[in-house]
């Protein structure tokens, strides 16, 4: 079943991220991405409905730019991510970062 989620998530990303790919040197705007492939795992706001997809609002921008950074080179293993990752400007990864981190998370720690 997991798989089955993951791989309809690659197919709709998949779908749009190549069709949206900015012009060499214009990244593209973090919510337009968001709204075009991250949406379908993870939600607009980074709290993911969707069975593994972690939840990114909330978190660090520096440590979610460094994990799409990871994925397209390698260090970072998964289909899905790579392949989204490797058509992502660094500038891109960075305003993606920093637009789930202004994200409300709606993880909870234990008291």
């Known amino acids: 079943m997991f798989s089955r989620l993951v791989l309809l998530c690659f197919i709709l990303g ?17 919510a337009q991405i968001v709204g ?9 706001d980074g709290n993911a ?6 939840k990114l609002g909330g978190q660090k921008a520096d440590y979610l730019a460094k994990s799409l950074m990871d994925y397209k080179t390698g260090i970072r293993n998964n ?16 305003a993606l970062g920093k637009y789930f981190e202004s ?3 709606t993880l909870s720690v234990p008291r």
């Open 14 to 30: 998949a779908s749009v991220s190549w069709s949206v790919q900015a012009e060499e040197g214009e990244p593209r705007d973090a």
């Open 36 to 44: 075009e492939v991250c949406v379908g795992c993870h939600g607009v």
């Open 49 to 54: 409905m969707v069975m593994g997809a972690p």
């Open 79 to 94: 289909a899905v991510m790579s392949a989204f990752s490797s058509a992502l400007s660094e500038k891109e990864m960075d």
């Open 103 to 105: 994200q409300d998370s």
